[in-house]
């Protein structure tokens, strides 16, 4: 199975909150992310937990970690439709190489804000 | 402007013919990466270079040839493609230091179409 899964597609109306959930399987991962792509373009970063934090809250954003579940989500407060794109979740995690690192994604969850 | 920049945006080449695609960033990371964004697939990491030393290679066949003349500079050279590797490549750096990976920022990606 993925690394990192992700639900495909999630419709809010706009002004209402959206939760995008996301599953991890590396246990020894150290940080986990949240990127937004826009159509057309590449990978934003919104925001990042470390593993030994439960929440981070930024503006809008609120991210929950629930280590014990490999459980991450994303709640967007306050939905616009400028929050339309595709959410990716990404852990870090150490690879095979000396000093190497690298991301594993989800698939994407994309959002729909409707007006 | 994540500090990432790749060129071409756009590329469209024939199966015969030899491309490069560039990747320049201006973080004063010490690693950078390559990654494939197909449809409908999860982000498939392709090679990663720590200290400009290659770290990684996710078994990515030998028709994408990367280069790392310095921190800076990544190159992913295209020989003899096939259709099947049309998609958006996305180059991403990052900073590794004592034992743990930063967020990585990514390119606006070179979307590749061989025809």
């Known amino acids: 199975g993925e690394d990192v899964e992700q639900s495909l597609f999630l419709s809010v109306r706009e002004g209402d909150s959206s939760v995008i959930n996301c599953t991890y399987t590396?246990?020894?991962?150290?940080?986990l992310y949240w990127y937004k792509q826009e159509p057309g373009a590449g990978l934003q970063l919104l925001t990042y937990?470390?593993?030994?934090?439960d929440m981070k809250q930024d503006q809008r954003l609120t991210v929950l970690l629930n280590k014990k579940d490999k459980h991450l989500s994303l709640r967007i407060a306050d939905t616009q439709t400028g929050d339309s794109a595709i959410y990716f979740c990404a852990e870090s995690i150490r690879g095979s190489g000396a000093g190497s690192y690298q991301l594993t994604f989800g698939k994407g969850t994309k959002l729909s804000v409707i007006p | 402007e994540t500090g990432v920049t790749q060129t071409p945006r756009h590329l469209v080449m024939g199966m015969t013919n030899k491309k490069s695609l560039k990747c320049e960033q201006h973080l004063g990371h010490n690693a950078m990466y390559w990654y494939k964004q197909s449809a409908k697939k999860p982000l498939e990491l392709m090679f990663v270079?720590?200290?400009?030393?290659?770290?990684e290679n996710n078994s990515v066949p030998s028709r994408f040839s990367p280069e790392c003349p310095n921190s800076s500079h990544l190159f992913l050279h295209l020989h003899t493609l096939q259709p099947e590797d049309s998609a958006l490549y996305l180059c991403?750096?990052?900073?590794?230091?004592?034992?743990?990976?930063?967020?990585?920022?990514f390119g606006q990606g070179t979307r590749l179409t061989v025809v």
């Open positions: 270079y720590s200290l400009e030393e290659r770290v």
């Open positions: 590396d246990s020894s991962s150290t940080y």
């Open positions: 991403a750096s990052s900073q590794v230091f004592q034992g743990q990976n930063t967020e990585a920022f």
């Open positions: 937990i470390f593993s030994n934090m």
